[in-house]
């Protein structure tokens, strides 16, 4: 549990004479330390963003509060006496948090957010030792479009195994949170965001998943040298903007605290993803709608959670091109992780694949689909949008 810090919130009193007073005041009574660093996180967010402080913002994070203010003129500069009578907080963290989920999907979709996750050991030990790799962005005038980028550790986090699927698919959730406005996440929420339902159970594996996701994302960071993209998408960088793009994958700090009874990691983000700044500048992200993915009686394992996210995006990108589409099995398997699976291994996939299809069709998101197949080998999904 992090310490309350009052020298901190002194100083944010300062600066926000109409607010901070009551959390520095009520911090003892009612609040925890993770509520006082959620709220100081949320004021330092606005600041950056040069907005002014809101009231409303802690009626609505905090519960009411029942104010009497003091209608004597102030000089300029002068902050005006306000006092605040606390009401004991409705809840811990606001209702997102507490049963909600995202329900629209926003993800960086260029080639360079797809090998990162994909890279062997060997590749990845090439960047941990210091060295860049290249993604191929597309090819102009007969030249490959060239894009160098670096990943490092932070200090003292000693985990150079290559970053997962699954990790991909816990980041691109928690991006799609920030971008929906939301500045904390627990584990649950993002959960229920990527299985679809309101009422899943955390279970140990996937808690151990999120947590071990969580820390490679946030102390693993990533260097991006765009200078190549210079004229490269004249469309969408019309003012030819060439920048080198750094920051941890997952800009965010991990607040550990106590609701209802139980310990619980909040994950608080105060920033974007390089991902999605360098998808942003040529214009390479997808918006897509998370339904089809509370798939019935289906375990929702790692790999499971993989496979159906990947899929759902996958049919939204079909669907936005408005073609019946072949997807191979050997990139379902590259984007899965699932290169080099058993036959045992690739039977248990077959059927995570066909009932979260199945669902998608009962949903109406896909018209029909059906395997392609070489002989008695399978080669492919192919899926149509229209019957």
């Known amino acids: 549990m992090l310490g309350t810090n009052h020298t901190k919130l002194q100083r944010l009193a300062k600066r926000y004479p109409k607010a901070a007073p009551s959390i520095v005041e009520g911090s003892k009574t009612y609040y ?8 100081a996180g949320y004021m330092h967010d606005r600041r950056k963003r040069k ?32 006092e605040l009578k606390l ?21 960086p979709a260029d080639k360079l957010s797809q090998k990162i996750f994909t890279l062997n050991e060997e590749q990845f030990s ?12 597309g ?84 260097t991006i040298d765009s200078a190549s993209l210079r004229g490269a998408f004249p469309k969408y960088n019309k003012e030819n903007i060439s920048v080198t793009i750094s920051d941890y994958l997952l800009p965010c700090r991990i607040i550990e605290a106590e609701y209802n009874g139980q310990k619980t990691l909040i994950i608080e983000m105060y920033g974007e993803s390089p991902l999605v700044t360098y998808a942003r500048l040529k214009n390479q992200t997808q918006c897509y709608e998370l339904n089809g993915l ?63 299809l199945n669902h998608f069709v009962a949903e109406k998101i896909i018209a ?3 395997w392609t197949k070489n002989g008695n080998a399978y080669k492919g999904i192919t899926i149509r949008l229209n019957a």
Not at 32 to 39: E, G, K, P, R
Not at 207 to 215: F, L
Not at 294 to 322: C, E
């Open 126 to 137: 090439v960047l941990m030792d210091g060295d860049n790799l290249e993604c191929v962005e």
């Open 139 to 222: 090819t102009k005038k007969g030249k490959k479009i060239k894009t160098p980028f670096w990943l490092k550790n932070a200090e003292g986090y000693l985990d150079k195994s290559p970053l997962t699927p699954f990790q991909r698919e816990f980041l691109f959730m928690l991006i799609s949170a920030y971008e929906a406005g939301y500045r904390v996440a627990t584990y649950q929420s993002t959960l229920n965001a990527l299985t679809g339902g309101n009422k899943s159970r955390l279970h140990a594996n996937q808690y151990e998943a999120m947590r071990s996701a969580a820390d490679k994302l946030r102390l693993t960071c990533l």
């Open 294 to 356: 509370d798939v019935p009686r289906q375990n929702n394992t790692p790999l499971v959670m993989v496979i159906k996210n990947y899929l759902r995006r996958w049919t939204d990108s079909v669907i936005n091109r408005g073609l019946n589409s072949t997807l191979t099995k050997e990139t379902f398997c590259t984007n899965c992780g699932l290169i080099g699976a058993t036959k045992r291994q690739w039977q248990e996939v077959r059927k995570i694949i066909e009932a979260t």
């Open 51 to 82: 907005e002014p402080p809101m009231d409303d913002l802690f009626a609505g994070f905090y519960g009411e509060t029942e104010k009497e203010t003091n209608s004597q003129p102030v000089a300029m500069g002068e902050a005006k006496p306000v």
């Open 368 to 370: 029909s689909w059906h």
């Open 32 to 39: 925890s330390d993770a509520q006082i660093a959620i709220v």
């Open 87 to 107: 009401i004991k907080p409705k809840s811990t963290l606001p209702k997102f948090q507490q049963n909600g989920r995202v329900k629209r999907a926003m993800v």
